[in-house]
């Protein structure tokens, strides 16, 4: 295989980004990163420093000054942040509400993706996220954009998540809808299908369906 194959998969939240990647990933035996994880990171520092809603220069002075390790343990990415493993805290619902907000600031977005260029420039990748193929990895060897109707989305996230969380269907609904509006009208890197993307919907495709797909796409 070659060192600079890459692969950037967008698209909104609960398309099947980070499980597709995964396995899209361990078939061509390259690393995964999953973007989306980072900005949970930032969220939740933003989060632990208290109530209230920190100015952007605040957001992007967390963003510079946090130490962040990607790490895969048990074949599970894990986060840690400062020395501490908060992967596990990263889907809590608090997390959901605040993410597309702390994302859409310029200075974080600049800081990340420039962690996330110097990742993929160690070897062989396929990424995640939402600006993966128009702003992050624009020369990757693929791009695909994963869809599917909002409500298929909150479909598969109720299902995910509802128990742990106590959320019904139509509050998942509602925050997939908000955080949507979020991500694609955002004025810094906004959620759309590159240009020379492989658009994928995939209601009522099986993931093992839409890893084939991809993988065949790379040959």
Known sequence: MSDHLSI???????????????????????????????????????????????????????????????????KEERLIVDGQDITDQLREPSIERMVSQVSKVSGVRRELVRIQQQIACEGPIVMVGRDIGTIVLTDATLKVYLNAPVEV????????????????????LSDLQERDSIDTQRADSPLKPASDAIIVDTTGMTVTEVVNLIVKSVA
């Open 8 to 74: 950037a998969i967008d698209g909104p939240v609960a398309s099947g980004k980070t499980t597709v990647g995964l396995l899209v990933a361990k078939s061509l035996s390259a690393r995964f990163l999953d973007t989306g994880l980072m900005y949970r990171a930032i969220t939740y520092v933003v989060n632990k420093r208290g109530p209230g809603t920190p100015s952007a220069a605040d957001m992007t002075s967390i963003a510079t000054s946090v130490k962040m390790q990607l790490l895969m343990k048990d």
């Open 153 to 172: 989305r909150a479909q598969r996230r109720y299902e995910e998540t509802g128990n742990r969380t106590g959320l019904s269907y139509e509050q998942v």
